[in-house]
T-cell receptor, first 111, second 114 residues
Framework: TQLLEQSPQFLSIQEGENLTVYCNSSSVFSSLQWYRQEPGEGPVLLVTVVTGGEVKKLKRLTFQFGDARKDSSLHITAAQPGDTGLYLCADSAGGYQKVTFGTGTKLQVIP | EAQVTQNPRYLITVTGKKLTVTCSQNMNHEYMSWYRQDPGLGLRQIYYSMNVEVTDKGDVPEGYKVSRKEKRNFPLILESPSPNQTSLYFC?????????????FGQGTRLTVV
């Protein structure tokens, strides 16, 4: 069974700071997705990365996929309170109907 | 509006009393899944379905049942709930297509078994 470990588990920062969260897999990713979950809601997709070494940008969020496709990072520039939430990485190595999620990084951005 | 609808949002029940959590999607998605979310353990897949009448176990299926009689509905059944099934449950659906497609989640059902 694939294991996805995310770090750090918790992160509390001031508005305007930069941060990076990580996702590491026990096996090679099939295709990696990052989701954000706000309190009281279900996760919402942020990005899908497929190719080793791939970098994708979504406004202030930069997603990087490791060359060996076993790790990924999410970097947020100038964090805002609206970025607060649980960030989850996910992979479908077991098939597109069977998705494995990481343990999550809980981010709090203080105004 | 494209959405996944779960009911109820909150449920408190007693040990052993059968319950059903409903899930419905209006996007004509083939794939549907149930997850439970517990602190420190993330989202764990309970059951998934690839289409009508096709279901299979996820990582934590013990104590749960599902059925997929219609494409849009995927209810989760707890025949005899126990306190260790207290959790936050999510239903999700996704389109069957080449590549990893986006999973759409419901708003969650917070279940407490006493």
């Amino acid at each position: 069974t694939q294991l996805l470990e995310q770090s750090p588990q918790f992160l509390s920062i001031q508005e305007g700071e930069n941060l990076t969260v990580y996702c590491n897999s026990s096996s090679v990713f099939s295709s990696l997705q990052w989701y954000r979950q706000e309190p009281g809601e279900g996760p919402v997709l942020l990005v899908t990365v497929v190719t080793g070494g791939e970098v994708k940008k979504l406004k202030r969020l930069t997603f990087q996929f490791g060359d060996a496709r076993k790790d990924s990072s999410l970097h947020i520039t100038a964090a805002q309170p609206g970025d607060t939430g649980l960030y989850l990485c996910a992979d479908s190595a077991g098939g597109y109907q069977k998705v494995t999620f990481g343990t999550g990084t809980k981010l709090q951005v203080i105004p | 509006e494209a959405q996944v609808t779960q009911n109820p949002r909150y449920l408190i029940t007693v040990t052993g009393k059968k319950l059903t959590v409903t899930c419905s999607q209006n996007m004509n998605h083939e794939y549907m899944s149930w997850y439970r979310q517990d602190p420190g353990l993330g989202l764990r897949q309970i059951y998934y379905s690839m289409n009508v009448e096709v279901t299979d176990k996820g990582d934590v299926p013990e104590g749960y049942k599902v059925s997929r009689k219609e494409k849009r509905n995927f209810p989760l059944i707890l025949e005899s709930p126990s306190p260790n099934q207290t959790s936050l449950y999510f239903c999700a659906s996704r389109l069957k297509r080449a590549g990893n497609t986006e999973a759409f989640f419901g708003q969650g059902t917070r279940l407490t078994v006493v």
